[in-house]
């Protein structure tokens, strides 16, 4: 999985609680995305990174923050979860913007809201 | 807007027969379209991509895809179905000129190759 990793990778958690997810990775890839997996869904970019502190939302982005203190690392932050977030998240990076540049995927975190 | 469709939720195919999993985009511009596959509890891989240049483009694990411009699709394919490509394949397109690398992805269509 191209150096990436995330932790947790499984969570069940209660409505109402915050939770974190952490993307980790070893590629020093300058992009990192956030998407949802969700049965007919297809992926769903939630948030991405352009760099250090450089952030924007993408198509799914309500209920969900982002941070990104260091190269390797993008954390994803749900608030207060609703069930409607119980999902399979993963995290992406890619080399540069543009061009024809492929993304490549964390093995994904499995998220349970109850 | 733009958008990718993969019209079939699943294709079957027998092992040894060839398979197809079809993938159409609405994308302004030149896009660039790619082929992720998802093995179980897995992330996506990367198959192959088309850019620019010949609409057939070739990638990993024997598959191919070919680019139509004027039907808009960009259909998966591979001469000979193996057991152990029975996964889930997911097709995605963005603008070419895209700064921002935004990937958007169809919803994605299982393989299922019987021996």
């Known amino acids: 999985d191209a150096g990436i990793t995330q932790s947790p990778r499984h969570k069940v958690t209660e409505t109402g609680t915050p939770v974190t997810l952490r993307c980790h990775q070893t590629?020093?890839?300058?992009?990192m995305y956030w998407y949802r997996q969700d049965p007919g869904h297809g992926l769903r970019l939630i948030h991405y990174s352009y760099g250090v502190k450089d952030t924007d939302k993408g198509e799914v982005s309500d209920g969900y923050s982002v941070s990104r203190s260091k190269t390797e690392d993008f954390l994803l932050t749900l608030e207060s979860a609703t069930s409607s977030q119980t999902s399979v998240y993963f995290c992406?990076?890619?080399?540069?913007?543009?061009?024809?540049?492929?993304?490549?995927f964390g093995p994904g975190t499995r998220l349970t809201v109850t | 807007a733009q958008s990718v469709a993969q019209p079939e939720d699943q294709v079957n195919v027998a092992e040894g027969n060839p398979l197809t999993v079809k993938c159409t985009y609405s994308v302004s511009g030149n896009p660039y379209l790619f082929w992720y596959v998802q093995y179980p509890n897995r992330g996506l891989q990367f198959l192959l991509k088309?850019?620019?240049?010949?609409?057939l483009v070739k990638g990993s694990y024997g598959f191919e895809a070919e680019f139509n411009k004027s039907q808009t699709s960009f259909h998966l394919k591979k001469p000979s179905a193996l057991v152990s490509d029975s996964a889930l394949y997911f097709c995605a397109g963005r603008r070419g000129l895209d700064a921002g690398n935004m990937l958007t992805f169809g919803g994605g269509t299982r393989l299922m190759v019987k021996p």
């Open positions: 088309y850019i620019t240049g010949d609409n």
């Open positions: 590629e020093n890839h300058r992009y």
């Open positions: 992406a990076i890619s080399e540069r913007s543009g061009g024809s540049n492929e993304q490549y």
